[in-house]
């Protein structure tokens, strides 16, 4: 309190360092040392640093004990109670995610085709064979669905598409990119399991 007195002194130039100092009992290599405290950033503390760095880094899911054994992994030992402790510091809560249902449902009443493709995954020509499936990918904004387009002959994806939901629509788009792109001539086999999106009317 008396240091932030004296610079508000000397800035209003009511009086000089050495005569604030005088006057208030203070010494002056006290005051600067007091100032250059104040203008160094302070400096974070390294191991709540580390457990932010691996709470984010596992999706925000991990309670005290999973994040002890993370730690432990990086070769930081750490208590479960201080962990506790940072983490309610910190304000790191857990977040529960909901279990992924898988992907495919082929127990349906809908019609599927013969396997036409046959296993022939090796191709002598692009745009002849492409085959199609869905994944779910973790992203800042939660769980999301990517169903893909590949070309056999080439190995690359020739169309893509994403959404928060799995319904027929996110393959049928894939799909549509894929020919809109390629434009591939007729006989072109699309091979896909025999899940639900796959086998819609759509």
Same mark, same amino acid.
């Given at each position: 309190?008396?240091?932030?007195?004296?610079?508000?002194?000397?800035?209003?130039?009511?009086? $000089?360092?050495?005569?604030?100092?005088?006057?208030?009992?203070?010494?002056?290599?006290? %005051?600067?040392?007091?100032?250059?405290?104040?203008?160094? +950033? #302070?400096?974070?503390?390294?191991?709540?640093?580390?457990?932010?760095?691996?709470?984010?880094?596992?999706?925000?899911?991990?309670?005290?004990?999973?994040?002890?054994?993370?730690?432990?992994?990086?070769?930081?030992?750490?208590?479960?109670?201080?962990?506790?402790?940072?983490? #309610?510091?910190?304000?790191?809560? +857990?977040? &529960?995610? @909901? #279990? %992924?249902? /898988?992907? $495919?449902?082929? /127990?349906?009443?809908?019609?599927?085709?013969? /396997?036409?493709?046959?296993?022939? %995954?090796?191709?002598?020509?692009? /745009?002849?064979? &492409? =085959?199609?499936?869905? $994944?779910?990918?973790? $992203?800042?904004?939660?769980?999301?669905?990517?169903?893909?387009?590949?070309?056999?002959?080439?190995?690359?994806? =020739?169309?893509?598409?994403?959404? @928060?939901?799995? +319904?027929?629509?996110?393959?049928?788009?894939?799909?549509?990119?894929?020919?809109?792109?390629?434009? +591939?001539?007729?006989?072109?086999?699309?091979?896909?399991?025999?899940?639900?999106?796959?086998?819609?009317?759509?």
């Amino acid at each position: 309190m008396k240091h932030e007195m004296i610079q508000q002194l000397t800035a209003e130039k009511a009086m $000089t360092v050495r005569q604030g100092c005088q006057l208030l009992g203070v010494s002056r290599s006290g %005051f600067y040392a007091a100032r250059r405290r104040v203008r160094q +950033p #302070k400096t974070l503390c390294g191991t709540r640093v580390r457990l932010r760095s691996v709470f984010e880094a596992t999706g925000q899911c991990y309670g005290s004990r999973r994040l002890c054994k993370a730690l432990a992994e990086q070769g930081i030992e750490m208590g479960r109670y201080r962990v506790r402790r940072l983490m #309610k510091e910190l304000r790191l809560k +857990p977040i &529960w995610k @909901p #279990k %992924f249902v /898988n992907t $495919t449902d082929s /127990n349906h009443n809908l019609p599927v085709y013969e /396997n036409v493709l046959d296993r022939q %995954f090796e191709q002598a020509e692009a /745009n002849r064979a &492409w =085959v199609s499936d869905i $994944t779910y990918l973790r $992203t800042l904004s939660g769980w999301l669905y990517l169903a893909m387009v590949l070309d056999l002959y080439s190995r690359k994806i =020739v169309g893509w598409a994403m959404a @928060p939901n799995m +319904p027929a629509e996110l393959v049928c788009t894939a799909l549509q990119i894929a020919i809109a792109q390629r434009r +591939p001539p007729p006989g072109l086999i699309v091979h896909s399991d025999r899940g639900s999106q796959y086998a819609s009317h759509e």
